[in-house]
């Protein structure tokens, strides 16, 4: 079916990610580092998925 690869998309990036993460970001709790943003497009790739995963915004913060 079609919903199928995404499916699967999904699921690896849950994987690569981790459960609570990914709902947390999912959520929008906490953002999407640029690390996990990079192994999303990756996931993408890697499912022949040509259209760059897009983000809503843009935070700039400091890590103490």
Do not use: C
């Amino acid at each position: 079916s079609g919903l199928e690869p995404m499916h699967l998309t999904i699921d690896d990036i849950v994987f690569k990610i981790g459960k609570t993460q990914f709902y947390r970001m999912k959520n929008g709790t906490i953002g999407i580092s640029p690390a996990h943003q990079r192994t999303i497009k990756k996931v993408f790739q890697k499912y022949g998925i040509e259209t760059d995963p897009v983000f809503d915004r843009y935070e700039s913060k400091y890590q103490w």
